[in-house]
C-alpha cells in the first residue's frame, strides 16, 4: 500500500513510474522496491524497532489477460483469484483477446457527481445510441441491434456497425466479420473491455468513498502496436477525441440529469424494455450480490 508504516503519510503521488526505492516526505524512513522497510532516518534516536515487520502492508494481487488486478484491502485473509471470479466462458474469451500483447496509448480519469450505477447502465444499453449519440458513433451504428450473452456473472455484448451491411448475403466463412462489430466485454460489477475493429477501449467505474453521487471514471485505449509514427499518432488520438465526446459531451449530459431526476422518490418505477437485457442481467446480479456478499453472485 501506497502508506508509511510510520504516521501513514503517502509515499508516491504519482500515477505511475519506476524507482529502486521509496523514501516518505514526512520523516524520511525508506522502503525497497519490494516493499521492505530499508531505513530509518535518525533511527538511533527513535528507538529500537524490528524493521522486519514494517515493511508496506501487502494487497493480493494477480497478473491475467495483461491486467495488474488487486484487492482494495490488506485485512488478514483477503485472497485473489482473477480466474474463478470471471468464470471459463469470460476467462477464455478474454484470453482470446490477447490484451497482454497490447499498449496503453492513452489514459485519463475523471470525476463525476454521479452514481456509478447510472453509468454502468449507460454502457449495457444499445438502445439509445441513436439519440443520445447523434455527434458522434450513431451513423456507424444500427441502433438497438445486439446480441447479448451472459457469462455467469458477467456478459458479453456484439454491436453491428452499418458497415456490415456490405457484406450481406455473403459467405461468413469467406468474409472478415469482425470489422463490422463491436464486442463488449462486461466484468460484473464495474468494468467494460469493448473490443473495436483496430483497438480496445477500457472503462472503470470506480464509487467515490463515502457519497452516493461520486464516481472516478477511469478511461483507457490499448493498441496493439506503440504509436511509433505521426500517422499512427493522429489514429490513435482521433479515437480518444471520439471516445471523450461520447462520454463527457453526450453520455455524462445525459446522466448527469438522469442522476438529479432520479433522487426525487415521487416520480414513481423505472422501466427496463426486454430490449434491454444486459441492464436487465447487471440488476439481476447486484440484487443477488448484496443478498450474498460472501460470493457476490
Request: glycine fraction near 8%.
Amino acid at each position: 500500500m501506497n502508506t508509511c508504516r510510520h504516521r501513514g503519510a503517502r509515499l508516491v503521488n504519482e500515477d505511475s513510474g519506476n524507482r529502486r526505492f521509496f523514501s516518505c516526505r514526512y520523516h524520511g524512513w525508506s522502503y525497497g522496491g519490494d516493499g521492505s522497510l530499508r531505513a530509518i532516518a535518525d533511527g538511533s534516536t527513535f528507538g529500537e524497532m524490528d524493521t522486519t515487520c514494517l515493511g508496506l502492508k501487502e494487497v493480493p494481487a494477480e497478473e491475467r489477460h495483461g491486467f495488474v488486478w488487486a484487492v482494495d484491502s490488506a485485512a488478514p485473509g483477503r485472497k485473489i483469484d482473477v480466474g474463478e471470479w470471471l468464470g471459463p466462458d469470460l476467462d477464455a474469451s478474454l484470453g482470446a483477446m490477447e490484451m497482454d500483447r497490447y499498449h496503453c496509448h492513452r489514459a485519463g480519469d475523471f470525476d463525476l457527481e454521479i452514481n456509478w450505477k447510472v453509468l454502468m447502465d449507460a454502457f449495457l444499453d444499445g438502445y439509445h445510441i441513436a439519440y443520445a449519440h447523434t455527434g458522434t458513433v450513431a451513423p456507424y451504428f444500427h441502433n438497438n441491434a445486439q446480441t447479448w450473452q451472459p457469462m455467469g456473472r458477467h456478459g458479453r455484448m456484439v454491436s453491428a456497425r452499418r458497415s456490415i451491411d456490405t457484406i450481406r448475403g455473403e459467405d461468413p466463412a469467406t468474409v472478415d466479420v469482425n470489422r463490422h462489430l463491436t464486442v463488449a466485454h462486461f466484468l460484473m460489477p464495474n468494468m467494460s473491455v469493448l473490443r473495436q475493429p483496430d483497438h480496445l477501449e477500457v472503462l472503470n467505474f470506480v464509487p467515490a468513498p463515502q457519497t452516493a453521487v461520486g464516481t472516478r471514471m477511469q478511461m483507457r485505449i490499448l493498441t496493439r502496436e506503440p504509436a511509433t509514427t505521426d500517422e499512427l499518432t493522429a489514429r490513435w488520438e482521433k479515437n480518444w477525441t471520439i471516445l471523450q465526446a461520447v462520454l463527457q459531451d453526450e453520455n455524462i449530459v445525459v446522466n448527469e440529469g438522469l442522476q438529479k431526476a432520479v433522487s426525487n422518490t415521487d416520480i414513481g418505477p423505472l422501466f427496463f424494455g426486454r430490449n434491454e437485457i444486459a441492464n436487465q442481467h447487471f440488476h439481476r446480479w447486484m440484487a443477488a450480490a448484496l443478498a450474498d456478499p460472501r460470493h457476490w453472485g
